[in-house]
């Protein structure tokens, strides 16, 4: 029987995440999730100790990839998402849609709402690209 082939894609999608994460050392995580809000590449930056058991990370990948397809039915009546900022008494999520996937990134609490515009106006332009 033979395995199912890796996305091709992963390598790139690893290398993103590793250039999201060089745009500022309050970046915990940086990760790509598709639309189901399965991990297509993800990386935590040296010395991070997650915050989420990896149950509770698939599960909250899960709700963030819903609430993402959820606002995509608004589109029409409020434009398409820019990006999504919660922020929780630990840590401070971002995330950003693209056509197939979306982008999950995790900052430090005490990150500035300047260096956290600075992240997503970098990201964003990263993401274009």
């Known amino acids: 029987m ?6 091709p894609d992963t390598q790139l999608y690893k290398q993103e995440c590793h250039k999201i994460l060089a745009i500022s050392p ?7 999730m598709n639309k189901f809000g399965r991990t297509l590449a993800g990386s935590l930056r040296k010395g991070v100790v997650p915050l989420l058991k990896p149950d509770e990370a ?3 990948h899960f ?36 056509e197939d996937h979306f982008y999950y990134v995790t900052l430090d609490k005490e990150t500035s709402i300047n260096e956290v515009m600075k992240i997503i106006e970098e990201t964003k332009a990263l993401i274009k690209k």
Do not use: M
Not at 26 to 32: C, E, L
Not at 83 to 92: A, G, P
């Open 26 to 32: 309050r970046i915990r995580y940086a990760g790509i």
């Open 2 to 7: 033979s395995r199912p082939q890796a996305d």
């Open 63 to 98: 709700v963030e990839a819903t609430r993402n397809q959820f606002r995509r039915n608004f589109e029409n009546s409020i434009g398409r998402e820019e990006y999504t900022l919660t922020e929780n008494e630990k840590v401070k999520i971002i995330t950003l849609s693209s």
């Open 58 to 60: 698939r599960n909250e």
